[in-house]
């Protein structure tokens, strides 16, 4: 459990300021009405990162419900069969209760929901595996859940859909705008508005007004945390690059955020266009804390088409027997190109593939 509190620690590598902001980015641009809302989740959030009972209560989760830590595993016949110099590892985030990172920053925040007395929970998903998450909290806790999802991504992403649908969920399908992920969290904020008092919004992503940025960093750090003790048990040394997928940026902020502290560390990640053939990963914006990582020059980030991830997609399933998301596939793709070269690359897998299967098999022929 030492591991696990570390998560809510006072320790801080990187901004922001008392503002939200992270350099230039970030802040809170809300409706005027939401103001108060997010002053009250701040002083809670405060309050909970000092409270040891709240601590104690997600780290037994994390652990026995959870499933953390979550096992690093290095892909040996991949890299072999690709002919790479370098030696690849694969944090395994897909094994996670839920198949995906989500649930780290979903415990957090639902057990704060109820800390407030909200009894209502709502979230925005791209994928889906944010909403499944969100649902399977409010499932544990007896806490109602309405997740926004755009109309696209509910007929791309039908089994994530369905598994909210059991765990008690009411998803909305969204059909304005590019009724993607955008318009999701549109529509939650629009009901976030007329319901505050009773009401928790869940947001997923390392995105949105302040304090949610460093909130889902936060909770989802834990992942960076155990890369490195994990390495340095396998390997005896810190990676040489640690590559994750950037949609909003919640799993990356979680795998970068421990190695911003490294002055000689060259952190990958990647950045999905506002067109993915990834559901997770079709959204234009990103969270503050890596425009700043970007611009201050700790992190760089890369595209990559649907070609080259469905290619890393398929080497993976074939050489290693692990269906990756397709978000997750494109931080394999950049990983892939950085182990052509001597070095030690590890890449957070940060879901698993049972939900892209039908976009995968339409894509493959």
Known sequence: MKEIGSILSGETLAPPD?????????????????IPALDELTRAWTAARADAAYKVELAVLLETYAGRPTPLFRAERLARELGLKGRVYLKREDLLHTGAHKLNNTLG???LARRMGKRRVIAETGAGQHGVATATVCALLGLE????????????????????QLLGAEVRPVTAGSRTLKDAMNEAIRDWVTNVR??????GSAAGPHPYPV???ELQKVIGEEIARQAQDAEGRLPDAVVACVGGGSNAIGALHRFVREPSQDDEGQLGESHSISAGLDYPGVGPEHAWLKESGRASYTTCTDA???????????????????????ALSAALAEAGRARLIL???????????????????
Do not use: W
Not at 18 to 34: C, D, N, Q, S
């Open 18 to 34: 008392a503002r939200g902001r992270f350099g230039e980015y970030g802040g809170r641009f809300v409706p005027e009405t939401l």
């Open 109 to 111: 925040q639902v057990l």
């Open 145 to 164: 859940c309405i997740v926004y999802m755009g109309e696209l991504d509910v007929a791309r992403q039908a089994p994530n859909v369905s598994r909210m």
């Open 198 to 203: 009773t009401t928790y919004y869940c947001i």
């Open 215 to 217: 909130m889902v960093r």
């Open 308 to 330: 080259a991830a469905l290619e890393a997609f398929s080497a993976l399933a074939r050489a290693e027997g692990i269906i990756p998301a397709l978000e997750s596939a494109h």
């Open 347 to 365: 890449v957070n897998l940060s879901g698993r593939g049972d939900k892209d299967l039908g976009t995968i098999l339409e894509a493959l022929k």
